[in-house]
Nanobody
Framework: QVQLVESGGGLVQAGNSLRLSCAAS????????MGWFRQAPGKEREFVAAINGAGERTLYADSVKGRFTISRDNAENTVYLQMNSLKPEDTAVYYCAAGRPAYARSWYWNSSYNYWGQGTQVTVSS
């Protein structure tokens, strides 16, 4: 069982930055692919970024590529999402997730992740 707790959300103006954190419980954190997803009002939950257990490989949604960076600190059981050049369309509830998908192409799918945090709200004003 893995418990995930996100933090770092808030209200920012467009063009500014935020860093989200996700603290995980358990002793096997480095065996999980960690993902960030987001859900805007009235929309489906969508993939944002993911990182493998060792932190060597990352994937990003096209909409955030070049602006967001995912990283992890396995000693601290924490995964981060650095968000720069924020846009109003980045407004959403952001969730972190843990899973063991077999293939990198499945990192994009909600169903590849077994554990989810409660979410943190990010609001970007124009």
């Amino acid at each position: 069982q893995v418990q995930l707790v996100e933090s770092g959300g808030g209200l920012v103006q467009a063009g500014n930055s935020l860093r989200l954190s996700c603290a995980a419980s358990g002793r096997t954190f480095d065996t999980y692919v960690m993902g960030w997803f987001r859900q805007a009002p009235g929309k489906e939950r969508e993939f944002v970024a993911a990182i493998n257990g060792a932190g060597e490989r990352t994937l990003y949604a096209d909409s955030v590529k070049g602006r967001f960076t995912i990283s992890r600190d396995n000693a601290e059981n924490t995964v981060y999402l650095q968000m720069n050049s924020l846009k109003p369309e980045d407004t959403a509830v952001y969730y972190c997730a843990a899973g063991r998908p077999a293939y990198a192409r499945s990192w994009y799918w909600n169903s590849s992740y077994n554990y989810w945090g409660q979410g943190t709200q990010v609001t970007v004003s124009s």
